[in-house]
DNA sequence: AAGGCGTGGCC
DNA sequence: TGGCCAAGCCT
């Protein structure tokens, strides 16, 4: 008989499952604020099992908040490299500076005070401050909003509303506890798509269970239509061996991560030679005896929001390059292991290795070697 | 205040 | 396969 969720019965019940099949996860060893802080912007739109080798190499590399105070932004990127969001590793840095150097070296237990750190809103402030501090705060996320929504049978739960049942529902005594375990049961249990009700502790209390609206509950927003573009991309590789990358810009999209140079197919410019146009920009004659171009296969890159085809041509044999490339212009000739250390976005890394694989076919050595020859 | 902001897994 | 989805934040 399904009744209308009851706080002492849900607290209950949540407790209980907690104990019995929450998830055994890195983040959860400790309650050190300072890996709560860094595990919660991870998780942010992104899967758990995602997370976990990000996580682990992070703390590996910056045991504690001091660490990650010195470290430096090109860094952070790289060992985020993979992950997405980009700019939740610059604000994390730039937070944890904050903290560094004028809150006392100490992560707030204040949610207020929290929430003035870049990077830290609503959510993200209550989930710290209840699970590394125990402060009675509700984490309004999306596993709460979904069953929330199925608990009271709410197709599009209000903020106000969801405000109003998580803090008539919420365990008090074990805030950081209660919120977690809400998570891994709308993770696992409470899915969007097929949820497995069987397995819910909170099934006898659920009303949308009880009506069957499950799958209905909470109504999807409508998706945004994503753009798509055509992007030309020029691979120069030099007669070391090395690939010509530029860094991107430090605002929106992939800020500061790096790239092949290349511009956006436009009207205006796709009745010209637009790798013509970005390889003059570099210096690099096309035209050139020696220049060999290798038109590669294109790729397409899918992100949340924009398509983006590349259309890359490897160009090697070039003989002069002209001043405008040098590393105070936001480029670099990168070898090798140079490659390896810079973030590069996962769409960068596909093009890499479409080079790398032309020039094996080539037998182009595309390393830096140590030459064997007087 | 709606849209920008990544990526991989799922069916 | 292409669209949907995942522990949001920022402007």
Same mark, same amino acid.
Request: proline share 7%.
């Given at each position: +008989? ?16 907690? !104990? ?13 604020? %300072? #890996? ?5 912007? +991870?998780?942010? *739109? ?20 001091? &660490? ?5 932004? !090109?860094?952070?990127?790289? $060992?985020? *490299?993979?992950?997405? %969001? ?10 944890? /500076? ?13 949610? +207020? ?21 125990? !402060? ?16 009271? &049978? ?6 106000? &509303? ?5 803090? =008539?529902?919420?365990?008090? !005594? ?22 497995? @009700? ?7 209390? @659920? *009303? ?5 609206? *499950?799958? /209905? ?13 055509? /992007? ?11 690939? =010509? ?39 690099? &004659? $096309? ?14 890159? #899918? ?9 890359? =041509? ?9 001043? @405008? ?6 480029? @670099? ?15 960068? /890394?596909?093009? $890499? ?5 032309? =020039? ?5 050595? %595309?390393?830096?070697?140590?030459? +064997?020859?007087?």
């Amino acid at each position: +008989m399904a009744r209308i969720p009851d706080q002492k019965i849900t607290q209950d019940l949540l407790r209980d499952y907690y !104990e019995a099949r929450g998830r055994d996860l890195p983040w959860r060893e400790n309650r050190d604020p %300072y #890996k709560v802080w860094v595990s919660e912007i +991870m998780l942010q *739109q992104t899967r758990v099992e995602t997370v976990i080798p990000y996580f682990n190499t992070w703390i590996e590399r910056f045991p504690k908040l001091s &660490d990650l105070a010195d470290a430096d932004e !090109e860094s952070i990127l790289h $060992l985020w *490299q993979g992950l997405g %969001y980009y700019s939740r590793a610059r604000n994390l840095l730039k937070a944890i /500076q904050i903290v560094d150097e004028h809150m006392g070296g100490s992560v707030p237990r204040d949610p +207020m005070k929290l929430r003035t750190l870049p990077g830290i809103g609503e959510y993200t402030a209550n989930a710290i401050a209840s699970i590394a501090f125990g !402060e009675p705060l509700a984490a309004i996320d999306g596993n709460l909003r979904r069953v929330l929504s199925r608990l009271f &049978d709410l197709p599009d739960p209000s903020s106000a &509303d969801l405000k109003s049942k998580a803090t =008539l529902l919420l365990d008090i !005594e074990r805030p950081g506890d209660w919120n977690q375990a809400v998570m891994d049961l709308g993770a696992t249990v409470c899915t969007p798509r097929t949820p497995d @009700c069987g397995e819910c502790p909170l099934e006898n209390q @659920c *009303q949308s269970a009880k009506k069957g609206t *499950q799958v /209905q509950r909470p109504i999807s927003k409508p998706k945004l239509r994503t753009r798509s573009v055509i /992007q030309t991309v020029v691979i120069a590789v030099n007669s070391e061996g090395e690939f =010509l990358l530029r860094k991107r810009p430090t605002e929106g999209l992939l800020a500061g991560l790096w790239e092949f140079p290349g511009t956006e197919l436009t009207g205006n410019n796709v009745e010209t030679s637009p790798h013509e146009d970005v390889a003059k920009n570099l210096g690099i &004659d $096309l035209t050139g005896d020696k220049t060999e171009l290798i038109p590669l296969n294109s790729l397409v890159d #899918k992100l949340s929001h924009l398509t983006v085809t590349y259309q890359p =041509l490897l160009v090697i044999g070039f003989d002069s390059i002209s001043h @405008c490339v040098t590393p105070d212009r936001g480029y @670099c000739w990168a070898g090798g292991d140079a490659v390896k250390n810079l973030p590069l976005p996962v769409g960068q /890394q596909k093009l $890499l290795k479409l080079a790398r694989e032309a =020039l094996d076919a080539k037998n182009i050595q %595309y390393r830096p070697s140590v030459s +064997m020859s007087g």
